[in-house]
């Protein structure tokens, strides 16, 4: 089984949509959370860490849920520059485990 | 610059040769990392480093891959008698402490075995 799964996507989606993305993980121990964004051949980046209580930053919001070892990430009015592949990372013992990402297209 | 170096940015070789792969993390990062990425799938874990030690080496594919890390600085990953299955884009990622959130990735050594 893999530590962290995700839904590969691709989301197509209309600008201004509101899109969000599943994350489940599988060991209880895992200590920190992220999600990060990977353009198309490029490198991944740091979109943000994901707390228990919730965090926003400007149009995107994250969830823990650490009862249910599940990660969310909602994006509100998307635009076209938003489009790409969007990763979610968990840290466990000092190694940061990268699902295998969900596509976003956002569509004009 | 300031961010994390990588070299070669490609190297094409031919099956059965030697390929070494560079990576200059950020000044003052105590952690580094090495990922693999095959075209369309996600993050492979290799091999971390705290300093120059490299306390989980569980991710490296073979025998035939290994790391090391001089002056808790630059890193080589080297891959012996390479295969076609080999070719990917191999990362590099530093970061401050291993357990902080930001990891920043270089921009990759796209490897491709003939």
């Known amino acids: 089984r893999k530590e962290v799964e995700q839904d590969p996507g691709p989301f197509n989606v209309p600008e201004g949509a509101t899109v969000a993305f599943n994350c489940t993980y599988s060991?209880?121990?895992?200590?920190?959370f992220f999600w990060y964004r990977q353009d198309c051949r490029k490198e991944p980046k740091l979109l943000m860490s994901?707390?228990?209580s919730g965090n926003e930053d400007g149009r995107f919001t994250a969830q823990l849920n650490r009862a249910s070892q599940y990660i969310s990430l909602l994006i509100r009015d998307s635009k076209l520059s938003d489009s790409a592949t969007y990763l979610c990372?968990?840290?466990?013992?000092?190694?940061?485990?990268f699902g295998s990402g969900t596509k976003l297209n956002v569509k004009p | 610059g300031a961010g994390v170096s990588q070299s070669p940015s490609n190297k094409v070789t031919e099956k059965g040769k030697d390929v070494e792969l560079r990576c200059d993390p950020i000044s003052g990062h105590t952690a580094l990392y090495w990922y693999r990425q095959s075209l369309g799938q996600g993050l492979e874990f290799l091999i971390y480093?705290?300093?120059?030690?490299?306390?989980?080496k569980s991710g490296l594919p073979s025998d035939r891959f290994s790391a090391e890390r001089t002056g808790g600085s630059v890193s080589t990953l080297t891959i012996q008698r390479t295969q076609q299955e080999d070719s990917a884009v191999y990362l590099c990622?530093?970061?401050?402490?291993?357990?902080?959130?930001?990891?920043?990735f270089g921009e990759g050594s796209r490897l491709t075995v003939l």
């Open positions: 480093f705290q300093g120059n030690s490299a306390p989980d």
């Open positions: 990372v968990v840290n466990m013992a000092n190694k940061f485990y």
């Open positions: 990622a530093s970061s401050l402490e291993p357990n902080t959130g930001e990891l920043f």
């Open positions: 060991n209880s121990a895992s200590q920190s």
């Open positions: 994901v707390y228990s």
